[in-house]
Structure formats: structure tokens, C-alpha cells
């Protein structure tokens, strides 16, 4: 075994060899079946009598062939339904003599989107073969055996003196960008691509959660509760990793308990007994604007249709992000969030902990995140604004568009005059990002009035909220958080989404910034310079930058994840909340000079 | 006016930031061993594989020409003060206005027979990682001669790979000529836990080499002969003057500077490991080749050249190290040797890798210094403490103030003030917590 890596003894191998073959397995599986058509389940996702029809006559082939793997189905899936669609269009415009200004054309063609949105349900009820003959023991080999070999390899380094390991980490090619970062990272994405573009291809994945998701709520998995199962068990296993790595250290204890109780109650447990219960399921604990759907019709017209329940919960989630996050954040800073609660952060904070040194530090990488993060916060706050606007009743309600466009402007001009404030008492006039983000977000609702009320449009911005919505949902919502902000753990460090994407992160760094009682205090003189804090800050802060100078750090980014503290050798950090930030935290403190009238600049 | 540094470590490098900050003087830097300012402190995470090197470097690569500060990658020979000239190894010369020798240390070598051999090396300079990770490959047991902090480090390092280290450490405990006995036992527990071979009370006589002039084997003064392919040399460090010994400028041990860190030739100056004060303050030595006064003789010659005139004052001794998994930090005065007038309140928690240490005046009872194991204290309480020479009584009652570990840890403070009433008698109660308001209200920023 290499000199550049860390000792591992004959059950940690064990560990990695009985990991890898449940990855293996796992992997394996997604082909262990072939594929033919479930005509009964086509025809109740098709659901229209009139449609089936001209379908079934294309379904011979499907229905009759095996195909080896899902590619092959689904193109043929594709092809029928294709030609039926067109058999239907024609159907429409010649027997039935309708034309695209009648609601009833709509109502009655084959849509692209159903047909898409039905691919899920057939291909997995046309997976056949040994996935469903072995399900069982292949889930077992894949998860259980994961599980099991996981430990094998983290528990035996109880045995070791407990402190900052981080020996070899820059020698490993898994955690510096090396082969096998890149193999891992690239896999991730491809799950992510699978799951949100084509959970079609992963159902032999889904079938193997089945049995437990009946267990927990009585149905049938989809690719969501696949997904939702995956990550708890990631937050849980790396979750015991990290605590036994830092089990000197009762501050990531703590914390990383508190992300696994979350993530296991909150985020999976409890939706799937409310789900159970014929209650919506709700994450209690995740918030708007990181919950982007929040107010869209559907969900909406869900809380709203579901009695006391759904009135709470619509209580409750507004409340999180309009009194819990000031509030909360004043006393504690952003960290009661991102580093305690959010299941993004609660999955950066373990799976994602071994890469936290990749995330770029250099002063450009903070430019950049400044000025994107704001922005998807103004592209998250524009498109909700749009979609409740339109969803909104002209009139007759408490709430109209009216009223609605309003208020939202009103306090939308009164945050951004305070942050200006704010900002020029601690740093003078503003010139960073939100400077611009502000001023698009007013512009923006200037051109939304013009069009709402002199135009009379039911759409802000010109823009139609379903199109918004879609893109950011697209954009932000799958492409951004999922494939690049876990995908890219091993190329960018753990905390991509948060950093340069989270509008939550945004919105909550802001409070943080400018009231907030939370800071990273400097101990004194101290500081050597080594730079193992900024090295192990996940969130790109040049920790040592402040340090050196004595300064107390007060970053809007800051997760308060508390590593950069933990591995400093020096005890030079510590995560404090106190009387509001004062000029200790732009002063160059490490000065030990004390000259009358000689002011320091900087 | 130009300004001329040699010596990019931390002292020439704040001397540099704090004039662009005071001046617009044009400033270069020279240094032989480094394009950029790098932390030598660090070097160690390198070799373990914690860090990259290039993370080692406290500024970007383009914060110099932001700051108009000149960088130049060369080897001074010759400082010739008469013509305010330096000349370089290749023969080019540049001229000064203010000269800066900030050139920090270099190894001790003590004329062992056999120390120049390959694969004896020193560790400070960055060329001494290179080597370091050059003779690391496939070696078979490394020997370490000198018990301070740059041999423990050393030790960690090859121990990060696995590499068998012996350990030779003239003293009968580690490092206790600086650190007090309990200190320093707990210290040399930490060691032998990490299975280093530690041999005490032991020296190294000689190194032998191989026909190749490759190093075989150290003696140690035990007689043992231990055969190896790397020795480690880590007694110490002195200033790196030999570049100087011909020109006029005094030398000592260290260039000789007065408390305005000028040299006896005009306009030049000498700071950080390199210096040596004429006239010491009280308790100090002449010189101290630590990162934090490198750093304030940076600033104080800073403020000279740019017209405040200022003495040098290092202010309240601190310093600190991470002894493997243990870490350290002291402040004010605990010596190795508890002099006459001084009373000791020493408690070691039961795993014995943490203790805190306070030090008082025997009959006036006033704080003296603070000695930390394992536990993080706040410097700037500490300091106040000892510039107030306040009574230790008052100090242990507001100990909390002083704790500076992170949040939700165990705090000691109680368990010391209970060893402080059972020792004396004494019924003193604990009266504030380590609360951030109650700090910075004692430190008068509330
Ligand atoms: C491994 C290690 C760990 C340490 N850990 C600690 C610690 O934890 N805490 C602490 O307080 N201190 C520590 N120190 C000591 C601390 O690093 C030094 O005190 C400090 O770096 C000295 O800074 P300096 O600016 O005086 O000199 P240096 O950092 O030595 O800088 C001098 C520079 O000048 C260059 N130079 C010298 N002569 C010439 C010439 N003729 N021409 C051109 N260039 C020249 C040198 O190559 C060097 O780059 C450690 C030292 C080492 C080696
Ligand atoms: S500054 Fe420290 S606490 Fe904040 S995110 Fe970075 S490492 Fe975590
Ligand atoms: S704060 Fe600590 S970890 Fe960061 S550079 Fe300073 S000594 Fe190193």
C-alpha cells in the first residue's frame, strides 16, 4: 500500500471490497431485466377511452416483443405512441372538425407531455425478469451490503486517537480530483440526469425500494422516494462518519445529529405517514424560496382543499421564511439552517464532508458567487411573485392581484432600502452585486406594474408565470441543485448549490450579514497563517485572510459548519454568538502597536 | 524612495503591506527561496497531504502587483552599505534607499561528523520539503536529532507515512527546558503513544555514509548505531548572516539592532528571525525566532522608515504548537524551572491530554502566566489579565471569560478553581460565564 495514504486494517478492506460490490450490484441491476409492454397499465395512464383506441392497434410489437433494456423500449414506446398521436390529430381535425381555437381540441389530442409523463409508470410496469424474480436479495445486496461494508470501513477508525485526521487527503485521488474524484462525480451526475430527466431508465432502481415503501406508506415507490430513501441512508452512514471523525469535538457531534434527525424525521419519515394518513406531505422544515413550488397552484390548491391541516401548514410555511429566518438568524446566524436543519446542507455536511477543500477560493470565485446567488434569489422572488399573481383572483378575495403586486413591491423596496443602509454604515457605499441585483428586482416590478395595471394582463413582467416557472424549475430547481450541486461534489467541493445557487442561502446570508449577532471570532495575535481554515472551509471563505489580521469574519456565506475552527492547530477560531458585530470585524487587530493618532487603514 | 526587502517570510512581508499602507514608497522584495510569500508554518500539511502547497500562500499571486510591491526571485550575496547596493549571486547589483534584512533562520548544524551527507537535511526552507519528499520514497526509518517543535513536527510528518522514526532528544523529557515538567511529560506520553521511538538523554555522535555519499547509518551516544536513510537535523534554528559576515554591518549571533530595529550602518534594518536586540526588553531574549514577533517587528520598522518613530515592544509574551494531537498555548511567563517567588496551580485533566496551568506571584498572588493543554484560551483576556497583574484569585473566579473552545465543549474552569480551594483553603465561587457579551464587556468594546 502506498506511503501517501492512510493504514487500513484487514476489516476496513473487507469494508471497501463488500461496499464496492453492493455498489457493483446495484449498478448491475439497473440492466437486470428486460422489457415488455403492461398493456393495463398503459391504458389506465392513458385514461381516455377515445385515445387507447387509436393507441392499442400499435401496441402489437410492444406488447408481444421483449426488449433487452429500457433504451430499446422506450423508443419503441416512443414510436407507437407517436404514430397514434398523429393518427389522433387527424382524427380531431378531419372526423371531429375541431380546430386549435376550440378548448376542445386541446382536451382531446395526444399531448408530448403525456406522453412523457406516462413513461415512468409503463416502463416500470414492463421491467420483467430476474429484477423482479430477485428483487429481494438484490435490494439487500445493494443496500444492506452497502450499509454493512460502509461501516466495516469507518468504525475500526475509532480505534485511532481521536483529532484532526486529515492526512492524505491531497494524495488521494478520490478527494483531489484524481481518477477516481472524477468516477465518482461523473456517476453522480449521471443519477442525477437519470432522475430528473429520465426516471424512466431508472425503474429496475425503483422496483427495488418497492416493499419498503408500501411498508412506510402504503404505495408504490417512485423515482422520488427512491431518491428520498438513498439520501437519508447517505446522511445517516456519512453521518456516523463524520461524528466519528470529529468525535473529539462535541460541536460536529452535535450538529451532525441534529442534520440526521432532520433529514430522517422531517425530510423522509414524516411525509410518508402524513402520505399514509391521506395527509399532504409536507417537509416542515424546508422553506420558500429553497422550496421554490411552494405557491404554485397545485400545491396551494392542495393546502388549501385539506381543511385545519392545510391552513397550518400554509401558516407554517410562510411563517419560516417571514419570522423564523430573521428571527432566528439574528440570534444565531445563518448556521441554524444550512449547517443544523437543511437537507441540502445536512447531505454537504456528510456525504459531501471529504470534499469540502476543493471549493475554490480565490477572490474571483467570490465575485462570481456574489453576483449569481443574488440573482437566483431575484429570479426566485420574480417568478413566485408571477405565478401567485396569476394565480390570484381579480378581485372578491382577501388577497387579490391587486393588493397582492402591491404589498409585494412595497416590501420589496422597503428590503432593498435597508440593505442599502445597512450596507453603507458598515461599508460605505454599496458596489457589490446586489447594488445591481436590487436594482433589476425594482426595475423589474416598475415594467411588472406598467403591464399588470395599464395593460391589464393577468401575466407580470410580460412574461407568462407558467413559462418562468418552468424554467426555473428546470434550470435552478434540477439542473443546478441536483446534477451540478451534488453531482459536482468531487470537481467543486460540497457546497456548490449553496454557494453559487441556494436563493435560500441568499436571503438568509443577507440577515446574516447585516443583523445578525453571529460572527467567527479571531483570537488575537494568534494566527500562524497556515491556511488550514480556509483550505477546509466549504464555502470558498478565505478564512485566514481575516485571521491573520486579527478581524472577526462576517461573511454572508458563512454556514457556520464550525471545521474551519476545529482544524486551525492554533485555536485561533471560535463560533460565537454575542452583542451585534462591531468594528472588531473590519479593524486590523493583529497589531500590537498602540500609536496615538496613527489610524490604521485598510 | 525606495525600499528594499530581503527575506519574503512574514517579518519582510508585513513590513511591506504596512508601508504600502502608510506610504507610497516604491518597495521591492527579494527572496531566493520562493516566488511568493508562503507559510513556513504549514509546510508540515503539505508533506502530510492536508493542504497544497499552494495553499500555504496567505495572499493571491496578484495581490503584489496590486499593491505595487516588486518581486524579485534571486539570491543576495553581498550587501554593500557604503554604495547602498545589493549584489546578487549572478553579479547584478540593486540599489536602496532603506534596506530591510529580513532573512529570517537556517538549521542548526553542529559539525557532526557526516551532516552534509544526502539525506541529511534541516526543515525550513521549502527546498528542505522537497527533499524531505524526495528521500521519503521507500524509506525504511528516518532519525531525528533535536527535541523542539520543528522535530516534532518532523516526526509527525514521516509517521504520516508510515515511515518508522527514531527520535534522539538530548533532555531527559521532551522539550523541558522550555515547557514545565508535567507539561512536558504529557508531551512525551503523546509521542511514545504515536509509537515513535523516542530516545531520551540521547545525542547523535556521528552520521556514516555509503560509498555514494548516501547516508547509512546515525550513532547516537548510547552507542547504538541505527541504521537509516534520512536524519533529521532539528536542534534548532540561528540566523542566516553568513551572506553578511563581510560587510560592515554588526554582527552578533544575529544582525544587532536597538529597539528602532535599525542596524549600526544607516538606513538599513533588521528584522524577524534574523534580528538580534542590543538591549532586550525585561524577561526576553535577544533574539526569538517565532512567526508572531517577525510579524510585530514588521510593523514597528514600518512605522520607522515611514516617519513614526516607534520602539520595538513585543508586548506580553504568547505563543503557541500542536504536539500531534495536542494542542498548546501560553501566555505571560511559565517557565521550565518554577523560580523562587512563583506559585503554580496545575491541573491535568484524568486523560491526561488536556491541563491548564496558571502561574501567580507568591506574595502578592498576581497573575503571572497561563500554560494550556488541549484547551483554547482567549488571548486578549489572558493579556489583560497579566498587563493588570490582576490577583489570581479574581482571574480564577472570571476564568469562563478566558475559554475560548468551541461551542458545547466540556469547560474546565470550575474543576481549576476547586483545585485552587482545596489547595489553600479558599471557598471562591465561579462568578461569569464564557458568554461573547460578558468578553467583550471586560475587554471595555461592549
Ligand atoms: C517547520 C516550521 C514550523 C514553525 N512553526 C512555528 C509556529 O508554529 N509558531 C511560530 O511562532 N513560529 C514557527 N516557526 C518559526 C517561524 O516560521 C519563523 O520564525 C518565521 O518564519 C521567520 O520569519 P522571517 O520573516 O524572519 O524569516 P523567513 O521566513 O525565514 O524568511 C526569510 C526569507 O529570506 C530568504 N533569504 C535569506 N537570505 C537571503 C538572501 N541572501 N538572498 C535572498 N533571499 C534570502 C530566505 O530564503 C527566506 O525565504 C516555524 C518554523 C518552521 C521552519
Ligand atoms: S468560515 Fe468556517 S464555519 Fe463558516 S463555512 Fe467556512 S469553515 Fe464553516
Ligand atoms: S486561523 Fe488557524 S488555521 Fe487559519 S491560518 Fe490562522 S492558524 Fe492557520
Given at each position: 500500500m502506498s506511503a501517501k495514504s492512510n493504514r487500513k486494517n484487514p476489516i476496513q478492506i473487507l469494508g471497501i471490497i463488500l461496499f464496492s460490490a453492493a455498489l457493483i450490484t446495484f449498478t448491475v441491476a439497473l440492466g437486470m431485466s428486460g422489457f415488455k409492454l403492461d398493456k393495463e397499465v398503459l391504458k389506465a395512464q392513458v385514461n381516455n377511452e377515445y385515445q387507447y383506441n387509436f393507441i392499442e392497434p400499435y401496441l402489437d410489437n410492444l406488447g408481444s416483443t421483449e426488449y433487452p433494456n429500457s433504451f430499446k423500449f422506450m423508443a419503441a414506446y416512443a414510436e407507437s405512441l407517436h404514430s397514434a398521436q398523429a393518427d389522433i390529430l387527424k382524427d380531431v381535425e378531419t372526423n371531429l372538425g375541431l380546430t386549435t381555437s376550440d378548448g376542445e381540441y386541446w382536451n382531446t389530442i395526444l399531448k408530448d407531455d403525456k406522453i412523457k409523463s406516462m413513461k415512468f409508470a409503463v416502463a416500470k410496469a414492463s421491467s420483467i425478469g430476474p429484477i423482479r424474480e430477485h428483487r429481494n436479495t438484490l435490494a439487500w445486496l445493494s443496500f444492506g451490503l452497502g450499509i454493512l461494508g460502509a461501516f466495516l470501513y469507518i468504525l475500526p477508525k475509532l480505534r485511532e486517537s481521536s483529532g484532526i485526521k486529515n492526512n492524505h487527503i491531497y494524495h488521494s485521488p478520490l478527494h483531489s480530483k484524481g481518477w477516481l474524484g472524477i468516477t465518482v462525480g461523473i456517476y453522480l451526475v449521471g443519477f442525477y440526469v437519470l432522475l430528473y430527466f429520465f426516471p424512466e431508465h431508472m425503474v429496475n432502481w425503483v422496483l427495488l425500494v418497492d416493499p419498503i415503501s408500501t411498508f412506510l406508506n402504503g404505495g408504490a415507490a417512485s423515482q422520488w422516494f427512491l431518491y428520498g430513501f438513498l439520501y437519508t441512508i447517505c446522511i445517516l452512514v456519512m453521518g456516523v462518519r463524520?461524528?466519528?471523525?470529529?468525535?473529539?469535538?462535541?460541536?460536529?457531534?452535535?450538529?451532525?445529529?441534529?442534520?440526521?434527525?432532520?433529514?430522517?424525521?422531517?425530510?423522509?419519515?414524516?411525509?410518508e405517514i402524513m402520505a399514509l394518513l391521506n395527509k399532504p406531505a409536507v417537509d416542515l422544515k424546508n422553506m420558500w424560496p429553497l422550496d421554490y413550488s411552494f405557491f404554485f397552484d397545485y400545491r396551494l390548491d392542495k393546502l388549501t382543499e385539506s381543511g385545519g391541516?392545510?391552513?397550518f401548514l400554509l401558516f407554517w410555511g410562510i411563517a419560516l421564511f417571514t419570522i423564523g429566518v430573521p428571527f432566528i438568524t439574528y440570534f444565531f446566524g445563518k448556521r441554524w439552517y444550512c449547517s443544523w436543519v437543511c437537507g441540502c446542507g445536512g447531505l454537504a455536511e456528510t456525504l459531501g464532508d471529504p470534499y469540502r477543500q476543493l471549493s475554490d477560493k480565490r477572490m474571483k470565485a467570490w465575485k462570481i458567487e456574489r453576483w449569481m446567488i443574488h440573482s437566483v434569489l431575484?429570479?426566485?422572488?420574480?417568478?413566485?411573485?408571477?405565478?401567485?399573481?396569476?394565480?390570484?383572483?381579480?378581485?372578491g378575495s382577501l388577497i387579490t392581484k391587486d393588493r397582492f403586486i402591491w404589498t409585494a413591491l412595497a416590501l420589496l423596496i422597503g428590503a432593498t432600502v435597508w440593505i442599502f443602509q445597512q450596507y453603507k454604515k458598515k461599508n460605505g457605499m454599496p458596489k457589490t452585486a446586489f447594488y445591481v441585483a436590487a436594482a433589476v428586482s425594482v426595475a423589474l416590478f416598475v415594467i411588472a406594474l406598467l403591464n399588470g395595471i395599464v395593460f391589464s394582463s393577468s401575466n407580470v413582467l410580460y412574461l407568462d408565470a407558467y413559462q418562468l416557472r418552468s424554467w426555473y424549475g428546470f434550470g435552478i430547481g434540477a439542473a443546478f441543485s441536483g446534477v451540478v450541486g451534488v453531482g459536482f461534489y468531487p470537481f467543486m467541493g460540497n457546497r456548490v448549490w449553496c454557494r453559487f445557487g441556494c436563493p435560500l442561502a441568499a436571503y438568509l446570508g443577507l440577515v446574516q450579514r447585516f443583523k445578525s449577532r453571529f460572527r467567527i471570532t479571531t483570537n488575537g495575535g494568534q494566527c500562524i497563517s497556515c491556511g488550514n481554515c480556509s483550505t477546509y472551509c466549504e464555502m470558498g471563505i478565505d478564512v485566514r485572510a481575516y485571521a491573520q489580521r486579527g478581524q472577526d469574519i462576517v461573511r454572508s456565506s458563512c454556514v457556520g459548519c464550525g471545521v474551519c475552527s476545529a482544524v486551525c492547530p492554533r485555536g485561533v477560531l471560535r463560533l460565537e454568538n454575542g452583542p451585534e458585530v462591531d468594528e472588531r470585524a473590519t479593524e486590523e487587530r493583529a497589531i500590537h502597536i498602540d500609536l496615538e493618532g496613527v489610524r490604521l487603514l485598510d | 524612495m525606495h525600499i528594499l526587502i530581503i527575506g519574503n517570510g512574514i517579518s519582510g512581508v508585513t513590513a511591506a503591506r504596512q508601508i504600502r499602507k502608510l506610504s507610497d514608497h516604491e518597495i521591492t522584495i527579494i527572496s531566493g527561496e520562493a516566488d511568493h510569500f508562503f507559510s513556513r508554518t504549514a509546510l508540515m500539511y503539505v508533506f502530510m497531504g492536508h493542504m497544497r502547497f499552494e495553499d500555504t500562500k496567505p495572499y493571491e499571486d496578484d495581490f503584489w502587483a496590486k499593491n505595487r510591491i516588486n518581486l524579485v526571485n534571486n539570491y543576495v550575496d553581498e550587501v554593500i552599505p557604503g554604495q547602498k547596493q545589493v549584489r546578487f549571486q549572478d553579479g547584478t547589483t540593486l540599489e536602496y534607499d532603506k534596506l530591510?534584512?529580513?532573512?529570517?533562520?537556517?538549521?542548526?548544524?553542529?559539525?557532526?561528523?557526516?551532516?552534509?551527507?544526502?539525506g541529511v537535511h534541516g526543515l525550513y526552507h521549502k527546498q528542505d520539503l522537497e527533499a524531505m519528499e524526495r528521500h521519503s520514497e521507500g524509506l525504511k526509518k528516518a532519525v531525528i536529532v533535536g527535541g523542539g517543535l520543528i522535530g516534532i513536527e518532523m516526526a509527525e510528518m514521516f509517521h504520516s507515512r508510515h515511515i518508522p522514526v527514531t527520535f534522539l532528544v538530548r533532555e531527559d523529557s521532551f522539550w523541558n527546558m522550555v515547557l514545565p515538567p508535567e507539561e512536558s511529560q504529557m508531551v512525551t506520553r503523546e509521542i511514545l503513544e504515536n509509537g515513535i521511538d523516542l530516545r531520551l538523554s540521547t545525542e547523535l555522535k556521528e552520521i556514516w555514509g555509503e560509498r555514494s555519499g548516501k547516508v547509512k547509518m546515525a550513532l547516537a551516544s548510547d552507542g547504538d548505531k541505527i541504521e537509516c536513510g534520512f536524519v533529521g537535523l532539528t536542534a534548532g534554528v540561528s540566523p542566516n548572516i553568513d551572506f553578511l559576515r563581510f560587510s560592515d554591518i554588526d554582527i552578533d549571533r544575529g544582525i544587532l539592532v536597538n529597539q528602532k530595529l535599525q542596524t549600526n550602518q544607516p538606513d538599513i534594518y533588521a528584522i524577524g528571525d534574523c534580528a538580534q536586540l542590543r538591549s532586550p526588553q525585561k524577561d526576553r531574549r535577544p533574539i526569538e525566532a517565532i512567526w508572531y514577533t517577525g510579524r510585530m517587528m514588521?510593523?514597528?520598522?514600518?512605522?520607522?522608515?515611514?516617519?513614526?518613530?516607534?520602539?520595538?515592544?513585543?508586548?506580553?509574551?504568547?505563543?503557541?504548537a500542536k504536539f500531534f494531537d495536542i494542542e498548546y498555548q501560553v501566555y505571560g511567563d511559565v517557565p521550565a524551572m518554577l523560580p523562587e517567588?512563583?506559585?503554580?496551580?496545575y491541573w491535568e485533566h484524568p486523560g491526561g491530554k488536556k491541563s491548564i496551568r496558571l502561574n501567580y506571584h507568591k506574595e502578592d498572588g498576581h497573575i503571572l502566566g497561563f500554560n494550556l493543554m488541549g484547551v483554547r484560551f482567549r488571548h486578549e483576556v489572558c493579556e489583560k489579565w497579566l498587563a493588570e497583574k490582576t490577583p489570581i484569585e479574581t482571574v480564577l473566579q472570571d476564568l469562563k471569560l478566558a475559554n475560548f473552545d468551541p461551542e458545547f465543549y466540556r469547560q474546565y474552569e470550575d474543576d481549576v478553581l476547586a483545585l485552587y480551594n482545596n489547595m489553600t483553603g479558599s471557598t471562591l465561587h465561579s462568578r461569569q460565564?464564557?458568554?461573547?457579551?460578558?468578553?467583550?464587556?471586560f475587554l471595555g468594546r461592549a
Open positions: 463524520m461524528i466519528v471523525k470529529y468525535r473529539h469535538n462535541k460541536y460536529q457531534i452535535i450538529r451532525t445529529g441534529s442534520v440526521m434527525f432532520f433529514q430522517t424525521s422531517f425530510a423522509f419519515l414524516i411525509p391541516l392545510g391552513l431575484v429570479f426566485a422572488v420574480v417568478m413566485t411573485i408571477a405565478v401567485l399573481y396569476s394565480y390570484l383572483p381579480e378581485s | 530591510i534584512l529580513a532573512v529570517g533562520s537556517k538549521s542548526n548544524k553542529f559539525g557532526w561528523p557526516g551532516q552534509d551527507l544526502d514588521g510593523e514597528t520598522v514600518a512605522y520607522n522608515i515611514c516617519g513614526h518613530e516607534i520602539n520595538y515592544d513585543p508586548g506580553i509574551w504568547f505563543n503557541s517567588n512563583y506559585n503554580t496551580l460565564k464564557r458568554k461573547l457579551a460578558s468578553v467583550l464587556n
